[in-house]
């Protein structure tokens, strides 16, 4: 089945650090690709998305790049501040002809930025 | 717009009990999720619902989880009876009709079983 495999965390970053999140996956077919955030004590948020090969999402300085060829999707971003910190979740959803449009999501990455 | 709205925030109970969960998705939305997540791990899909039929539930444990979204609006997840097992955040999503890419998520109710 689908599957969806992230670095560990927490990552503890400096603030304006540069920031990567590996993120990798197994899924059947060509799924769609998603960075979703959840900051404390908030819902879960979409960052970013990239819907086929090559295409890159970007939003709020983060990016990441669908890689067929290495079935990646890592989210950078350049330059990292406090109001970063948060879990990163990277997930993917494969369609379908039934229907079935859930996400398939990784374990997330806690990212704590220090001043 | 108002986001997806879940109640309660937070709930303990005791193994055996039964607990209800509901979640009222952005007006206009056809589809809506319900996920489990158990801490430390990504969210899980338990049930879709398109309007108010079920699309996909085959990870609901069906023994002991139900769930239903009667007039194709507000939906209600039940665990009866509950486990230590289903102590974990309760997601519920949404998502509008079309070729859309973005769940849209509410807050969660956070379950304690003790």
């Known amino acids: 089945g689908d599957s969806v495999t992230q670095m560990e965390g927490p990552v503890t970053l400096s603030e304006e650090a540069f920031l990567t999140i590996n993120c990798t996956y197994t899924?059947?077919?060509?799924?769609?690709l998603f960075w979703y955030v959840q900051y404390p004590g908030e819902g879960l948020q979409l960052l970013l998305k990239?819907?086929?090969?090559?295409d890159k999402g970007s939003n709020k300085g983060f990016e990441a790049t669908y890689r067929k060829e290495t079935t990646s999707f890592h989210l950078e971003k350049g330059s990292v501040q406090v109001s970063d910190s948060a879990v990163y979740f990277c997930?993917?959803?494969?369609?379908?002809?039934?229907?079935?449009?859930?996400?398939?999501f990784g374990s997330g990455t806690r990212l704590q930025v220090q001043p | 717009e108002a986001g997806v709205a879940q109640s309660p925030r937070y709930k303990i109970i005791e193994k055996r009990q039964s607990v209800a969960f509901w979640c009222n998705p952005i007006?206009?939305?056809?589809?809506l999720y319900w996920y489990q997540q158990i801490l430390g791990q990504g969210p899980k899909l338990l049930i879709q619902?398109?309007?108010?039929?079920?699309?996909?539930d085959s990870q609901l444990p069906k023994d002991r989880f139900s769930a239903e979204r009667l007039k194709g609006v507000d939906s209600t997840l039940k665990i009866q009876p509950a486990k230590l097992e289903d102590s974990a955040v309760y997601l519920c999503?949404?998502?509008?009709?079309?070729?859309?890419?973005?769940?849209?998520f509410g807050p969660g109710t956070r379950l304690t079983v003790t």
């Open positions: 997930a993917l959803r494969t369609p379908v002809d039934t229907g079935r449009r859930a996400l398939t």
């Open positions: 990239a819907t086929k090969a090559d």
């Open positions: 619902f398109q309007n108010n039929g079920v699309v996909d």
């Open positions: 007006s206009g939305h056809a589809t």
């Open positions: 899924a059947t077919g060509y799924p769609s």
């Open positions: 999503a949404s998502e509008p009709r079309g070729p859309s890419y973005e769940q849209y």
